[in-house]
């Protein structure tokens, strides 16, 4: 298959992924509903993710070196436990505008980090346009017509903290598929995720009580967080970066509105309105211009 072919295969199952990612504020949100808290769903999905992980990835258990498995432990942290629980706090103190327009920039950030740490990688001033094109794109996709923005200093800083946690674990992949395959990472992704967020229980305990856990909507959308957007999601997603690159996979987030708001259209009856279109066409517009120069 011609590399073109591949590159094109590649950037589809990255869209997919970002596209179920997208949907995953629903099932989140019934789930809190329903009586979980958003560390309790980060827990139980991140757990049951990694038990399914472990049932077809076993053979191997430590990284190469001690150096290594910490550079998994990080992964574990800035794309499991930290950047879980700083978006979901985030909401609490501001608007989730706000927080889609803070977390969702995080591919400029994970440019210029992958620029900083590899000198080597150049920066085309093609590539930064349309990485600019698909931000502003975002903006107005979120915004959807309200450009009316609340400042939250503790809520904002939260939502940067997600976002510049994603443009890590985004620049670690990048080092980490080089040595490693995506499954093996993903599956200490997991097992550290849930291992680094116990302390969080010892400020905030709680634990849901059976009653909660056997209902059936709880079932139902835990084994979609944890089976589909969790371990095949996180799975695709690493195979992606290691096959497109940090810079190239991760502009992808800039599509993750767009899915939600077609999701939020389709499930909860929101208006697609202009705005919607006219940042859809920047974000794509943004996302080829930038794979053509990355």
């Known amino acids: ?12 199952v990255a869209f997919l992924t970002v596209a179920i990612w997208g949907t995953t504020f629903v099932s989140t949100k019934v789930l809190m509903i329903n009586g979980l808290s958003p560390a309790q769903i980060f827990t139980l999905r991140f757990t049951m993710a990694y038990v399914l992980m472990f049932c077809f990835n076993h053979r191997r258990l430590f990284a190469d070196s001690w150096r290594d498995e910490g550079l998994m432990v990080l992964l574990g942290i800035t794309g499991g ?5 700083s978006e979901n706090e985030a909401m609490n103190y501001t608007t989730a505008t706000n927080t889609s327009l803070i977390v969702c920039s995080c591919p400029l950030f994970a440019t210029l980090l992958v620029r900083l740490v590899y000198r080597s990688s150049r920066i085309h001033i093609m590539q930064l346009t349309g990485s600019l094109l698909a931000f502003m794109g975002m903006i107005i996709v979120v915004l959807n017509g309200r450009f009316v923005l609340h400042l939250s200093p503790v809520g904002d800083a939260l939502a940067f ?24 990472i993903t599956r200490k992704v997991f097992f550290y995720g849930v291992l680094t967020i116990i302390p969080y229980y010892i400020l905030v305990p709680g634990v849901p009580s059976m009653a909660v856990l056997t209902q059936p909507v709880v079932v139902g959308n835990l084994l979609f967080l944890g089976c589909l957007a969790s371990m095949i999601c996180f799975l695709t997603w690493n195979w992606c970066i290691s096959k497109l690159g940090a810079v190239k996979a991760t502009n992808w987030v800039y599509f993750n509105p767009i899915t939600t708001m077609i999701f939020a259209s389709w499930v909860l009856g929101e208006k697609i309105t202009i705005y919607f279109l006219i940042g859809a066409v920047c974000i794509l517009t943004g996302m080829y211009m930038a794979d053509r120069k990355t």
């Open 1 to 12: 298959m011609p590399k073109t072919n591949n590159n094109i295969f590649y950037h589809l």
């Open 81 to 85: 436990s930290l950047y879980f629980l």
């Open 161 to 184: 903290t997600a976002c510049i946690c994603w443009a890590f674990y985004s620049l670690l992949m990048k080092t980490m598929t080089d040595k490693y395959s995506a499954a093996f």
